[in-house]
């Protein structure tokens, strides 16, 4: 039944984002941004070649696990993306806490853009590329370890956005520093993960588990010489931070007092 409600709010942002006329203008403007992010990584390895045996396509490949469920997420959760702005600071929230609904439901639809979508598409359009390039068939265990990697990917972005929206609570604003998380976090990955500086790799091997959802499913499906159960570790890492996330705005949500003006 919530499932149900959530997606009927997620086709009402669609319907009413569909209303303006150059709606499609926005699709193509994030597409193009998407597209020429990684433009700077390709041209540096087309100048340079390879570093070893880390070729461009090996770093798109795990730049794209990263940033397809970083896209995902942004898309399904995107109301705790901005649910400081639109729903803490406005007082809204009481609203939303009279409603007979659960409240994770209510907060993560309240926000939807179609135009966020197209992160994940050309993501996954530079995964296949990727793997095409490096002569990795596509078998039933390679796209299982892919939908791992995207499930448990887009899991642990969510928990990102959710804690952000838990340690709200507690300073009535918008953190910016949570960027460090999240857009910054999928960055990381154009270096791949033997020359990451010690502290770093730790970093995003725990806070938050971006290594597990990208690096290793990719090395586990091209057979990069790491253990092979390491490709299995997205959905439990993921899970294990959504976790952490939901305890932290839990405790939010009981500390919560109204903001409203």
């Given at each position: 039944?919530?499932?149900?409600?959530?997606?009927?709010?997620?086709?009402?942002?669609?319907?009413?984002?569909?209303?303006?006329?150059?709606?499609?203008?926005?699709?193509?403007q994030v597409g193009f941004v998407v597209v020429t992010?990684?433009?700077?990584?390709?041209?540096?390895?087309?100048?340079?070649?390879?570093?070893?045996?880390?070729?461009?396509?090996?770093?798109?490949?795990?730049?794209?696990?990263?940033?397809?469920?970083?896209?995902?997420?942004?898309?399904?959760?995107?109301?705790?993306?901005?649910?400081?702005?639109?729903?803490?600071?406005?007082?809204?929230?009481?609203?939303?806490?009279?409603?007979?609904?659960?409240?994770?439901?209510?907060?993560?639809?309240?926000?939807?853009?179609?135009?966020?979508?197209?992160?994940?598409?050309?993501?996954?359009?530079?995964?296949?590329?990727?793997?095409?390039?490096?002569?990795?068939?596509?078998?039933?265990?390679?796209?299982?370890?892919?939908?791992?990697?995207?499930?448990?990917?887009?899991?642990?972005?969510?928990?990102?956005?959710?804690?952000?929206?838990?340690?709200?609570?507690?300073?009535?604003?918008?953190?910016?520093?949570?960027?460090?998380?999240?857009?910054?976090?999928?960055?990381?990955?154009?270096?791949?993960?033997?020359?990451?500086?010690?502290?770093?790799?730790?970093?995003?091997?725990?806070?938050?588990?971006?290594?597990?959802?990208?690096?290793?499913?990719?090395?586990?499906?091209?057979?990069?010489?790491?253990?092979?159960?390491?490709?299995?570790?997205?959905?439990?890492?993921?899970?294990?931070?959504?976790?952490?996330?939901?305890?932290?705005?839990?405790?939010?949500?009981?500390?919560?007092?109204?903001?409203?003006?």
């Amino acid at each position: 039944m919530e499932a149900k409600v959530y997606f009927k709010l997620l086709r009402l942002h669609l319907l009413s984002g569909m209303e303006y006329k150059g709606w499609w203008l926005m699709l193509i403007q994030v597409g193009f941004v998407v597209v020429t992010d990684p433009l700077s990584t390709v041209l540096l390895f087309s100048r340079f070649g390879s570093i070893g045996e880390w070729s461009v396509e090996r770093i798109i490949l795990i730049y794209a696990l990263a940033v397809s469920s970083f896209g995902l997420a942004e898309s399904l959760c995107r109301g705790f993306d901005s649910f400081p702005w639109s729903l803490l600071r406005s007082g809204d929230f009481d609203r939303v806490l009279l409603r007979p609904r659960s409240l994770f439901m209510q907060v993560a639809a309240s926000r939807f853009h179609l135009h966020r979508l197209m992160r994940p598409v050309t993501g996954i359009c530079a995964i296949l590329w990727a793997l095409a390039r490096m002569d990795v068939p596509l078998s039933l265990r390679n796209a299982a370890l892919l939908l791992s990697a995207l499930a448990g990917g887009t899991i642990m972005y969510c928990g990102v956005f959710v804690l952000t929206s838990g340690v709200a609570f507690f300073t009535i604003k918008g953190l910016d520093w949570i960027y460090i998380l999240t857009n910054a976090s999928y960055q990381v990955t154009r270096c791949p993960e033997p020359y990451m500086p010690r502290m770093l790799k730790g970093m995003f091997l725990f806070l938050p588990p971006v290594l597990p959802v990208s690096f290793y499913p990719a090395a586990a499906i091209c057979g990069w010489g790491y253990p092979p159960w390491t490709g299995w570790l997205p959905l439990p890492a993921g899970l294990a931070f959504m976790a952490v996330s939901l305890a932290v705005w839990q405790v939010g949500v009981r500390h919560y007092q109204s903001t409203g003006s």
